[in-house]
């Protein structure tokens, strides 16, 4: 199937940092990837949908200045954490759709990266 | 109230048991369904998509009922390999957006 890379798989910062998590759709292209958030014990939060040579948009209560996200290529996200702060602790997973180069059609299943797990201290 | 729900759990069955989880979703514009398989410390996996004529694979059963907005997922022979979180996930129509459920533990023991 499709396959999803995230990088980096962890990141360890200090309070003040700005991360950069990378988001890649492998051998497929993506027009529209999905960031999400994960508490522990909570379930998976829709953060913003990322689209390719637009502005994302953004769910209700997600800072958008905080959260950088720039979708530049079909197959390339990136989320990057502004001044990071020990709540902001969280794994953060994208989401690509599969989608047709020749007919453009868009799959429904969509494929998660395996995540970057964030702590700030 | 969530817009998809589930029981947390834990369920905690023996091996061979037969072990049924519900979900139950509250935006009458969702389109799509499915069930979610996530490990612990791991991304969620598509374990299978929910239609309204039910569907089957190997020894999974999920099924669908748009009129009360209820899925649930039926785990028959469970394996110890079988334990993990199962999300109930729904599309909603015309936004690609995924709403999870929170989440229902499945422990498997020997």
């Known amino acids: 199937g499709a396959v999803v890379s995230q990088h980096p798989s962890w990141v360890i910062c200090k309070s003040g940092t700005s991360v950069k998590i990378e988001c890649r759709s492998l051998d497929f292209q993506a027009t529209t990837m999905f960031w999400y958030r994960q508490f522990p014990k909570q379930s998976l939060m829709l953060m913003a949908t990322s689209n390719e040579g637009s502005k994302a948009t953004y769910e209700q209560g997600v800072e958008k200045d905080k959260f950088l996200i720039n979708h530049a290529s079909l197959t390339l996200s990136t989320l990057t954490v502004t001044s990071a702060h020990p709540e902001d602790s969280s794994f953060y997973i994208c989401s690509a759709i599969l989608e047709s180069p020749v007919s453009g059609r868009r799959s429904e299943t969509q494929y998660f990266g395996p995540g970057t797990r964030l702590l700030v201290l | ?110």
């Open chain 2, 1 to 110: 109230r969530k817009e998809v729900e589930q029981d947390p759990g834990p369920f905690n069955v023996p091996e061979g048991a037969t072990v049924a989880f519900n979900c139950t979703y509250s935006n009458s514009a969702s389109q799509s369904f499915f069930w979610y398989r996530q490990d612990c410390r791991k991304e969620p996996k598509l374990l299978m998509s929910v239609y309204s004529s039910g569907n089957e694979d190997g020894r999974f059963t999920a099924q669908l009922n748009r009129a009360s907005q209820y899925i649930s997922l039926l785990i028959r022979d469970s394996k110890l390999s079988d334990s993990a979180t199962y999300l109930c996930v729904v599309n909603l129509r015309n936004t690609g957006k995924l709403i999870f459920g929170q989440g229902t533990t499945l422990q498997v023991k020997p």
